[in-house]
C-alpha cells in the first residue's frame, strides 16, 4: 500500500520563536497532523512530532484528550513530519537536534510504528542526537515494555513518565481508567533506564486545589524513593479552552517545596503557548 504523504497547509510562529506546523494528509479521515519546533536553552533544538490524530486517552488537562481521537500516524507520517520541519529550517541541516514525541497522541498505544519511526530517523538524519519519548504508561504498553529490545537504543532514547497524580485513583478520573498502576509503571521504567544507561523523568503538573497541596509533595517523595534514575519534572499547566482544571496558583511554593523535599526536581514552564505549541495544547478541536 501507498504511504499517506502530509504537506505543510500552515506554519505559525510564536513571540519565543517556537514554530507550529499543521500539515495536510491525503487520508480518507479528514484532519490534520501537528509538530513544532522548539529551541530550548537547556536542550537545543527540539521537533515536537504527534504519534496520533487526536488522543484516546482522554487526559483532561489536554486538548487532544479532549477532542475527538482519529487514528493512530503511520511510521511513514511520523517521520514525515521530521523531514518537511528539518527542510523548512536550514539550520538542521547542521546542528544537532532532538525529536520528543510528546504531540498529539500516547506513543506506547501505536508503539509498533513509532518504534519503526525511531529506527528510520536514526539513519534517515545524521544530527539527529536523540529522541524522547513522554508516556502515561497505558495497560496497553506492557506489550512495548516486554518486547522490545531497549539495549538497541542505549544512549539516544529517553523516557518521560506522565504521573501528574500520586493516586492510581486520581490518575484513573483525571487521565485514563486504562492505566497501569503507578508501582507496575516505575518498576518498568526503572528497569528500562537501566537498559537504556539513561536517567527517565517523571512529569508532574500541579493543578488548582486538586494535587497541589504540600501533602501531595509527602506522596510525591514516596514515589520518588522507589525509582532509581528519576528526575521530578514539575511543570506549569497550559491553558486549554473547555479544560476544567486550572494551574495552580500555589505552584511555586509547591515547587519550592519539591526541590527542599525530593532530590533531582526540574521546574519547566513550556515555550510556543501563545500559538498552542506547549504541552497540552496539540491537537485542539475547539479552535480547529
Ligand atoms: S496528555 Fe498525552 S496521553 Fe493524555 S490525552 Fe494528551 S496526548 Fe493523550
Redesign the pocket.
Known amino acids: 500500500m501507498e504511504p499517506i504523504k502530509i504537506e505543510i497547509m500552515k506554519i505559525v510562529v510564536s513571540n519565543d520563536h517556537t514554530k507550529k506546523y499543521y500539515f495536510k494528509t491525503e487520508s480518507q479521515t479528514a484532519s490534520h497532523i501537528e509538530a513544532c519546533l522548539l529551541h530550548l536553552s537547556r536542550y537545543g533544538h527540539i521537533i515536537c512530532v504527534s504519534s496520533?490524530i487526536g488522543?484516546?486517552?482522554?487526559?483532561k488537562?489536554?486538548?487532544?484528550?479532549?477532542s475527538t481521537y482519529i487514528r493512530n500516524l503511520s511510521s511513514f507520517e511520523i517521520q514525515e513530519q521530521i523531514r518537511l520541519v528539518v527542510e523548512d529550517n536550514p539550520t538542521l541541516a547542521t546542528d544537532k537536534f532532538q525529536v520528543t514525541y510528546?504531540?498529539?497522541?500516547?506513543p506506547l498505544i501505536n508503539y509498533k510504528n513509532v518504534f519503526d519511526s525511531l529506527d528510520n530517523i536514526r539513519i534517515r538524519f545524521p544530527n539527529l542526537e536523540k529522541a524522547n519519548l513522554?508516556?502515561?504508561c497505558?495497560s496497553a504498553a506492557r506489550q512495548c515494555f516486554d518486547t522490545i529490545d531497549w539495549k538497541k537504543y542505549d544512549g539516544f532514547l529517553h523516557f518521560q513518565y506522565?504521573l501528574h497524580f500520586t493516586q492510581d485513583v486520581m490518575r484513573c478520573r483525571y487521565?485514563?481508567p486504562q492505566l497501569m498502576k503507578i508501582s507496575e509503571a516505575i518498576g518498568y521504567l526503572n528497569r528500562i533506564s537501566l537498559l537504556l544507561n539513561d536517567t527517565y523523568k517523571i512529569n508532574y503538573i500541579p493543578f488548582e486545589q486538586i494535587n497541589d497541596s504540600l501533602e501531595q509533595v509527602e506522596e510525591l517523595k514516596s514515589i520518588m524513593d522507589t525509582t532509581q534514575n528519576a528526575i521530578l519534572k514539575i511543570s506549569t499547566m497550559c491553558e486549554i479552552n473547555g479544560c476544567h482544571l486550572s494551574p495552580s496558583r500555589a505552584f511555586g511554593q509547591f515547587a519550592s517545596c519539591a526541590g527542599k523535599t525530593i532530590e533531582n526536581v526540574q521546574v519547566f514552564s513550556s515555550d510556543g503557548t501563545d500559538i498552542s505549541a506547549g504541552?497540552?495544547q496539540?491537537?485542539n478541536e475547539s479552535v480547529l
Open positions: 496520533q488522543c484516546p486517552q482522554k487526559c488537562f489536554c486538548a487532544a484528550g479532549n510528546m504531540g498529539s497522541g500516547e513522554s508516556t502515561t497505558p506522565s487521565l485514563s504541552c497540552g496539540f491537537y
